[in-house]
Nanobody, 124 residues
Framework: VQLQASGGGLVQPGGSLRLSCTAS????????VTWFRQAPGKEREAVSC????????YYGDSVKGRFAISIDNAKNTVYLQMNSLKPEDTAVYYC??????????????????WGQGTLVTVSS
């Protein structure tokens, strides 16, 4: 399966962006999709995850209440709506798939298919 991430850009603090992750090739409607991010000099962290089969979700503590993940199975696309953006949200955002469930906290080593990343910059 190939993943294509898009929607990044430059936004002012307090603004919003919506990221998209579209899957092509062999796709399964029973896998979890996670958005990870990596800022310069920092480790990659899980931002949000959605399980395709039961729509259960995971949000990192730093984005709870500001970000929302959703899925459109007909379009093989997962969306990440990011609101009230902060400078500390600046990072390259990657979508990935692999395991069936998000789990307590998604771990990057559990994922075997990755998108190319899209840069989000929050700055005035």
């Amino acid at each position: 399966v190939q993943l294509q991430a898009s929607g990044g850009g430059l936004v002012q603090p307090g603004g919003s962006l919506r990221l998209s992750c579209t899957a092509s090739g062999f796709t399964s409607n029973y896998n979890a999709v996670t958005w990870f991010r990596q800022a310069p000099g920092k480790e990659r962290e899980a931002v949000s995850c959605i399980s395709s089969n039961d729509r259960s979700t995971y949000y990192g503590d730093s984005v709870k209440g500001r970000f929302a993940i959703s899925i459109d199975n007909a379009k093989n696309t997962v969306y990440l709506q990011m609101n009230s953006l902060k400078p500390e949200d600046t990072a390259v955002y990657y979508c990935a798939t692999g395991p069936m469930w998000c789990g307590v906290e998604p771990r990057s080593y559990e994922y075997d298919s990755w998108g190319q990343g899209t840069l989000v910059t929050v700055s005035s």
